[in-house]
């Protein structure tokens, strides 16, 4: 088994393992905004993340007034008002709550390549402190799909072709009705834009990530599974639900709930 390099903690359900991250990652924010006056975070949207969010909007004194959100991926040729929109999600379901400095959609109704572009200039205006994340069923990070990501990737912006998994993942989230309504193409970071963040907090909730969640500490670091990758960060923390890390063994001690 390879030796992680990442923190994995385990919590008895999704609220906990939410709770968790989320008090992490205002941490984080905080302690930015104290050093350099603002703060620039990604955020991954994904129901896997809600109870992160949930969390992270109740977290007090989180200075959003100086933070800036950006997100990791975004659909292709998918009307700018369908909810299914990454942007949208985020929206809905932390920028509105939260009102941060900014937030960044990705504006993929410009054309793949005006979408890349712009996307890649706000990257490199400034340092990423923070990037929330998620865990695909298939080992994805962001749409880096196996077995195709690029560990290396030069580009920090790109448009991918999704996995077949990628796209039934969706329609089991409940995020569309059928697997033809999901869009077949999305602009992505890649996984270089986002190891470049300072801070990485990754939540893995549910049964159907257990295998990504075993290959994220067993396998070998490689574009089969995309998320191993995870394992060269040196401030990475991995928070999982017991549902989720089921596969694990030997079992990782299950956390107590923090206190504030």
Known sequence: MSTTT??????????????????????????????????????????????????????????????????????????????????NWLRTHLVDAVQPAAFHPMRTEL????????????????????????????????FNDPPDADLGDPCPVRVVQLDLASRVQQVDDDCFDTL???????????????MNGAHLVCAVPDARKAEAVRALVEEPISSHWPCTVLRRHSRCEVHVDRDAAS????APAVAAQAAR
Do not use: K
């Open 6 to 87: 990442f923190a994995l903690h385990a919590h008895p359900d999704r609220a906990a393992m939410g709770a968790a991250a989320a008090r992490s990652a205002a941490r984080t924010l905080r302690e930015a905004v104290a050093a350099r006056g603002t703060a620039r975070m990604i955020a991954a949207a994904a129901p896997s993340q809600l109870d992160v969010y949930r969390a992270l909007t109740a977290e007090p004194d989180v200075p959003w007034d100086r933070i800036t959100i950006l997100h990791m991926d975004e659909y292709l040729d998918l009307d700018p008002a369908a909810p299914q929109r990454f942007g």
């Open 111 to 142: 054309g793949a390549e005006a979408a890349t572009d712009e996307y890649a200039a706000l990257l490199a205006e400034g340092p990423i402190d923070l990037v929330c994340l998620g865990i695909g069923v298939n080992g994805h990070i962001a």
């Open 180 to 194: 033809e309504a999901v869009p077949t193409h999305a602009l992505t970071l890649t996984i270089p834009a986002l």
């Open 247 to 250: 596969l694990l063994h030997p």
